[in-house]
């Protein structure tokens, strides 16, 4: 279940369509900090992020009208959250780690099976992991997230970056190593239990 009831939801929608300022309030006001640690997963800094989230809001209210009820209003708040987020990577013009398409096609398929036994990385806390993606570099961090936090698939994140599907598969592979590495101090004390 979403944040509202169906109804409450229906109602908040219709008031931020009419331009109602308690109801941009109230959608505002609830959905704040959840979506504010989304997009710290996308940001550089605090001020970045609430920068995005800012921008996000105002993409939402500015076009609630398309808002057509199918899937939850939360949903898709939520959707245009992350655009927002993407578009700032865009506009910051970060290029990505790996540029050579045709070496990352064939080093993505081959990068992603490279992956040890997982069971003593699912022990971590989630804020750990989430505290060690903020030191990815921006490339690896945004292909991450999209990834393993949003649940897109690499063709979906290629088109969305604008690089390869390998380039995608390659940051992915990569982040996870360098995640590995930043999070082995804290395997090896829990390995030691």
Request: glycine fraction near 6%; proline fraction near 3%; include cysteine.
């Amino acid at each position: 279940m979403g944040i509202w009831h169906p109804h409450e939801e229906a109602q908040l929608v219709d008031g931020c369509k009419s331009g109602s300022r308690t109801a941009q309030e109230e959608v505002f006001n609830s959905m704040y900090r959840r979506l504010l640690g989304v997009c710290m997963r996308y940001a550089d800094d605090d001020d970045e992020a609430k920068d995005i989230l800012q921008n996000g809001f105002i993409k939402v209210f500015k076009s609630v009208e398309n808002y057509k009820g199918d899937g939850s209003f939360e949903g898709w708040v939520k959707r245009i959250v992350i655009n927002t987020a993407i578009d700032n990577y865009r506009r910051k013009k970060v290029k990505p780690v790996v540029v050579d398409s045709e070496l990352t096609d064939r080093l993505g398929s081959n990068m992603e099976e490279e992956v040890e036994d997982d069971s003593i990385y699912q022990q971590i806390p989630i804020k750990a992991v989430l505290d060690a993606v903020q030191y990815l570099s921006p490339a690896y961090r945004t292909v991450f997230n999209l990834y393993v936090l949003e649940g897109y698939n690499h063709n979906e994140i290629a088109e969305m970056l604008t690089i390869s599907v390998g380039t995608s598969k390659s940051n992915l592979s990569k982040a996870r190593l360098n995640l590995r590495k930043m999070l082995k101090p804290l395997v090896d004390k829990i390995s030691q239990g």
